[in-house]
């Protein structure tokens, strides 16, 4: 969004134009530390981000279908 300060090597910019945060191969925002599971640019993280409810209906729905995807990802493996 205008305003947002993200570090432009964290974003993409979709084939009809929007910027989005980059996503890594797992799907995840590339802005994610894995090593200690959490936001590496906290402080500059976009307005999108500040308005997510941790623990949320909505966060636990994201939870949820983050885990069924990977789950299926482990069997068919």
Do not use: T
């Amino acid at each position: 969004m205008p305003g947002d300060n993200v570090p432009r090597h964290l974003v993409d910019r979709l084939p009809d134009g929007p910027e989005v945060m980059r996503k890594d191969e797992d799907g995840w925002c590339a802005a994610v530390d894995h090593s200690k599971m959490n936001c590496s640019i906290y402080e500059q993280r976009p307005s999108v981000c500040r308005k997510f409810s941790m623990g949320s209906a909505y966060c636990r729905s994201e939870r949820e279908r983050y885990r069924d995807r990977h789950l299926i990802d482990i069997v068919l493996a």
